[in-house]
């Protein structure tokens, strides 16, 4: 799997299990667990406590009615119109309630009656049959109180296929008899519309609380995100981003630890890679010192040969006045000069070098932008472009970090720039090309003009090598430039080289960018 499949992958299961989904998921599931549990319980327990209350409802009015018969006896008499004896109280009571009851005597009398009239003579029967037990369902009802003097119980009427509850009892020693009910349907319906309208209502208040609680956890994860972001990018050494959140709680204290320690493993990181480069720089310099200061001293003794012959035999003549034409003898002193320029530049590259390849030069790897790097090289070569008749081409604009010294790493491009200028031909274009690799970059600077020998490409690198003796001599090179390159990018443990166009030639190096 690719390293982009991978990411993709990584990412997509982050977004699916979020920590603002799992918030948002966690508060619905109660949510709905909440309306869930409270249907339920309305559906199971709703009717056990309707009938509880109506029972305390029962006995209640089990104890009125002892009341009503002592006021009938008292002011109307049991045979006598009594209606007046039910006062208004007792009427709205027993309404709201949605109670029926009847009085009768010991010989199935009616004294009162409350409810509708086509109910009248079933109420009559039941209670007589309940009084001397001749209901032979009585044993199918389900008692829910008991007392000496009344019975409250649950019937199911089989000519009205109506559950009711019930009370039934005796008063003044068998004189009188009473049964007083109440449907059980109205709560069933009651239960059944109360359960409609809790889903209903439970629906609205999962959409709108989701909706709620989504925002609300989105700026609760925001700067959790943030900070998920941010430890991505550290894992990729990228110290550019920093926390900038303010949440206001203790995210706050750990965004502002992570950007400490973004810091200090930007800085370890930067001396771990100082202090690796400078091992293995010792290891391999321990082998090369030797070698390399037999072939200095060799090199250096042929190099120095021709420009001292020229500044001798050019002295010797001004001393014996071979010539006294006044622009002879300036000729004679811009030769001596020119050769004394040459050896000059010719001393301060083999001290570079020397200084390179034997490792008194310590490389300190630091991060910087390569672009704004090369933009300088540039403008302190202006001139010679100009005088060189050259057209730069560098279009990179966005900054581009990279691992390296960067001192050394100015060096290798001016190398490669002042090669390019000194050998153009052709268009005389110099481009100079920036070639992401992965965690490198691949930098090249190429110039139209004659490629180079294919013999020749091994040895450029070579201390005091040159391809054309001639032109080199023209322009003062001294075959030390590219050997400085080679130092630098070995010394840096970092990859370099050299590629033929029809056109031109194209000198590269490689950079570290994590």
Same mark, same amino acid.
């Given at each position: 799997?690719?390293?982009?499949? &991978?990411?993709?992958?990584?990412?997509?299961?982050?977004?699916?299990?979020?920590?603002?989904?799992?918030?948002?998921?966690?508060?619905?599931?109660?949510?709905?667990?909440?309306?869930?549990?409270?249907?339920? !319980?309305?559906?199971?327990?709703?009717?056990?406590?309707?009938?509880?209350?109506?029972?305390?409802?029962?006995?209640?009015?089990?104890?009125? *009615?002892?009341?009503?018969?002592?006021?009938?006896?008292?002011?109307?008499?049991?045979?006598?119109?009594?209606? &007046?004896?039910?006062?208004?109280?007792?009427?709205?009571?027993?309404?709201?309630?949605?109670?029926?009851?009847?009085?009768?005597?010991?010989?199935?009398?009616?004294?009162?009656?409350?409810?509708?009239?086509?109910?009248?003579?079933? *109420?009559?029967?039941?209670?007589?049959?309940?009084?001397?037990?001749?209901?032979? !369902?009585?044993?199918?009802?389900?008692?829910?109180?008991?007392?000496?003097?009344?019975?409250?119980?649950?019937?199911?009427?089989?000519? %009205?296929?109506?559950?009711?509850?019930?009370?039934?009892?005796?008063?003044?020693?068998? %004189?009188?008899?009473?049964?007083?009910?109440?449907?059980?349907?109205?709560?069933?319906? %009651?239960?059944?519309?109360?359960?409609?309208?809790?889903?209903?209502?439970?629906?609205?208040?999962?959409?709108?609380?989701?909706?709620?609680?989504?925002?609300?956890?989105?700026?609760?994860?925001?700067?959790?995100? &943030?900070?998920?972001? @941010?430890?991505?990018?550290?894992?990729?050494?990228?110290?550019?981003?920093?926390?900038? %959140?303010?949440? =206001?709680?203790?995210?706050?204290?750990?965004?502002?630890?992570?950007?400490? +320690?973004?810091?200090?493993?930007?800085?370890?990181?930067?001396?771990?890679?100082?202090?690796?480069?400078?091992?293995?720089?010792?290891?391999?310099?321990?082998?090369?010192?030797?070698?390399?200061?037999?072939?200095?001293?060799?090199?250096?003794?042929?190099?120095?040969?021709?420009?001292?012959?020229?500044?001798?035999?050019?002295?010797?003549?001004?001393?014996?006045?071979?010539?006294?034409?006044?622009?002879?003898?300036?000729?004679?002193?811009?030769?001596? *000069?020119?050769?004394?320029?040459?050896?000059?530049?010719?001393?301060?590259?083999?001290?570079?070098? $020397?200084?390179?390849?034997?490792?008194?030069?310590?490389?300190? *790897?630091?991060?910087?932008?390569?672009?704004?790097?090369?933009?300088?090289?540039?403008?302190?070569?202006?001139?010679?472009?100009?005088?060189? =008749?050259?057209?730069?081409?560098?279009?990179?604009?966005?900054?581009?970090?990279?691992?390296?010294?960067?001192?050394?790493?100015?060096?290798?491009?001016?190398?490669?720039?002042?090669?390019?200028?000194?050998?153009?031909?052709?268009?005389?274009?110099?481009? !100079?090309?920036? !070639?992401?690799?992965?965690?490198?970059?691949?930098?090249?600077?190429? $110039?139209?003009?004659?490629?180079?020998?294919?013999?020749?490409?091994? $040895?450029?690198? $070579?201390?005091?090598?040159?391809?054309?003796?001639?032109?080199?001599?023209?322009?003062?090179?001294? =075959?030390?430039?590219?050997?400085?390159?080679?130092?630098?990018?070995?010394? +840096?443990?970092?990859?370099?080289?050299?590629?033929?166009?029809?056109?031109?030639?194209?000198?590269?190096?490689? @950079?570290?960018?994590?």
């Amino acid at each position: 799997m690719t390293k982009k499949k &991978e990411k993709r992958k990584k990412e997509g299961y982050g977004k699916l299990h979020s920590l603002r989904s799992q918030i948002a998921v966690l508060f619905i599931g109660l949510l709905l667990l909440s309306v869930f549990m409270i249907t339920v !319980i309305n559906a199971l327990f709703l009717e056990r406590y309707y009938v509880a209350q109506k029972a305390d409802v029962m006995t209640e009015a089990s104890e009125k *009615m002892a009341d009503l018969v002592v006021d009938i006896e008292s002011s109307y008499g049991v045979y006598e119109d009594n209606s &007046e004896a039910i006062s208004d109280d007792l009427r709205k009571w027993c309404s709201r309630n949605n109670l029926t009851w009847i009085i009768i005597t010991d010989d199935n009398e009616v004294v009162t009656y409350l409810g509708e009239y086509e109910t009248l003579s079933m *109420m009559r029967n039941r209670l007589f049959g309940y009084a001397y037990d001749l209901d032979n !369902i009585k044993q199918e009802n389900r008692i829910l109180r008991e007392t000496g003097e009344y019975v409250i119980q649950q019937v199911h009427d089989r000519f %009205s296929d109506t559950d009711y509850v019930e009370s039934w009892g005796e008063i003044q020693d068998d %004189s009188y008899y009473f049964l007083i009910r109440t449907p059980l349907e109205s709560i069933r319906e %009651s239960a059944s519309i109360s359960n409609d309208f809790y889903f209903f209502v439970g629906l609205c208040i999962i959409l709108f609380s989701g909706f709620i609680i989504w925002i609300v956890t989105k700026r609760i994860t925001k700067p959790i995100s &943030e900070l998920t972001k @941010l430890s991505r990018r550290m894992s990729e050494l990228n110290f550019d981003v920093t926390y900038q %959140s303010h949440a =206001g709680n203790e995210i706050d204290v750990l965004g502002d630890n992570f950007n400490r +320690m973004s810091q200090q493993l930007e800085q370890t990181i930067s001396e771990l890679k100082s202090a690796n480069n400078k091992l293995q720089k010792d290891i391999a310099d321990k082998i090369k010192i030797d070698k390399m200061r037999k072939e200095f001293l060799d090199n250096v003794s042929h190099e120095l040969k021709t420009p001292i012959a020229l500044i001798q035999g050019y002295a010797e003549g001004l001393k014996e006045n071979i010539s006294e034409d006044p622009e002879s003898r300036e000729f004679y002193c811009d030769v001596i *000069m020119d050769e004394a320029g040459k050896m000059n530049k010719l001393v301060k590259n083999l001290l570079t070098l $020397n200084q390179l390849e034997s490792g008194k030069d310590e490389t300190v *790897m630091e991060r910087f932008d390569i672009i704004s790097l090369i933009k300088g090289v540039l403008q302190t070569m202006d001139i010679m472009v100009q005088q060189k =008749g050259a057209k730069v081409i560098f279009d990179e604009t966005e900054p581009i970090y990279v691992w390296a010294d960067e001192f050394k790493t100015e060096e290798v491009v001016t190398n490669y720039t002042s090669n390019a200028l000194n050998h153009l031909e052709g268009e005389r274009t110099v481009e !100079i090309k920036i !070639i992401p690799q992965g965690d490198r970059i691949r930098i090249s600077v190429f $110039n139209t003009g004659q490629p180079i020998p294919e013999e020749d490409i091994p $040895n450029l690198w $070579n201390k005091f090598y040159k391809v054309d003796k001639a032109r080199t001599r023209e322009y003062g090179g001294s =075959g030390i430039g590219l050997s400085i390159v080679k130092a630098i990018m070995e010394d +840096m443990n970092q990859e370099y080289g050299v590629q033929n166009y029809d056109n031109g030639v194209e000198f590269w190096f490689t @950079l570290d960018t994590k």
